[in-house]
């Protein structure tokens, strides 16, 4: 992290100091950074001139106080609280009272870092993500004192070497990892409840809405050793909020050192380097396919009526369906089996599709079985949906499907940080969006689906599940209730 940051800061211009405790660590960091760019001069991408420019600029520091002529310096060390506060207690004795203090903490409390310093105005958070050169995206975090001319000049620079800062108040995980918190949290609930496996989830997630890696692919990558920890650290850190609640699956994988892809184990297994995924099972056949009948009250049922002639079904449109019809129910939020029971449905026909989405934009249709569901409806519904050769996924009855599910808990837990004033709605959607990869910003996704049918969602899984981890954020009641985008700024 320490070596991302010294080879952008040499790029913009900046005469870079290198120091590290640990003996010739800086200098194998110059060394790597020097290859680093031999290697760009070799592929055509910098010449040999700015290449040597930049080596100039950066030389190691032999003792801290070698640092007393900088402007600024930023601190890329272990994450301890205690650590940073002696570190940055000795810088405040070797540079000059103007010099910005800035640490790259991800998981600390900029606030009680800068609590034990004489000059705690000039400390603020300035988080990078790794590799550096790539996430273009650094978090600004001022402390309960931070002066605002030090997160100003913090900002500035950040342009200077060509990143986008975002600006964040000193909370738990700041704006990526808090916003990051619904990804990885309700998938890991998905999965408790049997509702898919590990596959199934990433495959609806990365075709319906476009996330480049599924939850599971994603931790595997990060690493539980990782990931699980900041789970458990914002939990507490916000006195254990109900939707920051880490999973029992993550905590016992990560003590039996199934901690993903660097050790060849996690959720898949991996075999040099590569993902085994299992492959997914194929339509069913099916010699002669029933009628069938839609709720009155389905999502998009204009759309799913066009959907099901597009694919050829026989509809029927008579107000109760036959005997024999495959029965098709499309909630938001609620589960299945709720449908049938509250619209007097034979729930042995009974299959749930999910059209929270438009069908056209998605790569992959979901249908859900209830616990009553034939087998023989079951097959019936997937082989229909798989027609035209579209992705299908059937999974397990629950409340709200598995996207629902997660992008709802990730567009209200954004919500609510705008609530709190964490950051303002365009500096959360650009954060999530450089920082996490996301095909959009979670406030982004919320205008995509609708606040209304968001607020639906989340309402209609409270009342399934009777977990205050649904419970709709204030912020985003309001919006719903206005009919405002999700992204529009308060006058």
Same mark, same amino acid.
């Given at each position: 992290m320490g070596r991302g940051i010294a080879q952008m800061a040499a790029q913009a211009g900046s005469t870079v100091v290198m120091y590290d405790v640990q003996a010739g660590a800086a200098?194998?960091?110059?060394?790597?950074l020097q290859s680093t760019w031999q290697?760009?001069?070799?592929?055509?991408?910098?010449?040999?001139?700015?290449?040597?420019?930049y080596v100039d600029r950066v030389?190691?520091?032999?003792?801290?106080?070698?640092?007393?002529?900088?402007?600024?310096?930023?601190?890329?060390?272990?994450?301890?609280?205690?650590?940073?506060?002696?570190?940055?207690?000795?810088?405040?004795?070797?540079?000059?009272?103007?010099?910005?203090?800035?640490?790259?903490?991800?998981s600390l409390s900029v606030t009680a870092i800068a609590a034990a310093l004489?000059?705690?105005?000039?400390?603020?958070?300035?988080?990078?993500?790794?590799?550096?050169?790539l996430m273009r995206v650094v978090e600004v975090i001022a402390g309960l004192k931070t002066e605002a001319s030090v997160c100003q000049r913090l900002t500035d620079y950040t342009r200077q070497f060509g990143h986008t800062p975002v600006s964040a108040q000193d909370t738990p995980g700041f704006i990526v990892n808090h916003a990051g918190r619904g990804y990885g949290t309700e998938a890991l609930r998905v999965a408790g409840e049997r509702v898919a496996d590990f596959a199934t989830i990433d495959r609806i997630l990365k075709d319906q809405m476009g996330f480049r890696l599924g939850p599971f692919e994603l931790m595997d990558l990060t690493a539980l050793d990782v990931s699980h920890p900041v789970m458990e650290s914002i939990y507490r850190q916000y006195f254990?909020?109900? /939707?920051?609640?880490?999973?029992?699956?993550?905590?016992?994988?990560?003590?039996?050192?199934?901690?993903?892809?660097?050790?060849?184990?996690g959720f898949y297994g991996y075999e040099n380097g590569a993902a085994q995924v299992p492959a997914e099972p194929a339509p069913p056949a099916v010699a002669q396919l029933p009628p069938v009948w839609v709720s009155p009250k389905a999502a998009r049922r204009a759309e799913l009526y066009q959907l099901l002639k597009d694919l050829g079904a026989s509809i029927e449109t008579a107000a109760a369906p036959s005997s024999t019809a495959l029965i098709l129910v499309a909630p938001l939020?609620?589960?299945?089996?709720?449908?049938?029971?509250?619209?007097?449905?034979?729930?042995?026909?009974?299959?749930g599709i999910d059209m929270m989405l438009d069908d056209a934009a998605t790569k992959r249709r979901v249908l859900?079985?209830?616990?009553?569901?034939?087998?023989?409806? /079951?097959?019936?519904?997937?082989?229909?949906f798989a027609r035209d050769g579209k992705a299908v996924s059937v999974i397990r009855d629950s409340g709200g499907f598995v996207t629902q599910r997660v992008v709802a808990t990730i567009v209200n837990i954004a919500a609510d940080m705008c609530q709190q004033g964490i950051c303002t709605p365009a500096d959360l959607d650009v954060a999530v969006t450089l920082g996490l990869g996301y095909p959009m910003g979670p406030l982004a996704m919320g205008d995509r689906i609708g606040?209304?049918?968001?607020?639906?969602?989340?309402?209609?899984?409270?009342?399934?599940?009777?977990?205050?981890?649904?419970?709709?954020?204030?912020?985003?009641?309001?919006?719903g209730a206005l009919g405002l985008s999700l992204t529009h700024e308060e006058g």
């Open positions: 200098d194998a960091a110059l060394a790597t290697t760009l001069v070799n592929k055509g991408k910098l010449d040999a001139a700015a290449m040597a420019g030389r190691v520091a032999q003792a801290l106080n070698d640092l007393a002529p900088c402007d600024l310096v930023v601190e890329a060390i272990v994450e301890r609280l205690d650590v940073k506060q002696r570190l940055f207690g000795e810088l405040e004795g070797v540079v000059g009272p103007d010099c910005v203090l800035a640490t790259n903490t991800s004489k000059r705690p105005g000039q400390l603020a958070g300035y988080h990078f993500f790794n590799p550096v050169p254990d909020e109900p /939707r920051y609640r880490p999973s029992v699956i993550t905590a016992q994988r990560l003590a039996g050192g199934v901690v993903g892809k660097k050790v060849g184990e939020g609620l589960d299945v089996t709720t449908l049938a029971a509250v619209e007097r449905l034979d729930a042995a026909r009974t299959v859900a079985t209830n616990p009553a569901t034939r087998i023989d409806m /079951r097959d019936a519904a997937h082989a229909l606040p209304t049918n968001v607020l639906e969602i989340l309402f209609n899984m409270q009342t399934v599940y009777g977990d205050p981890r649904y419970r709709p954020s204030p912020w985003l009641r309001r919006r």
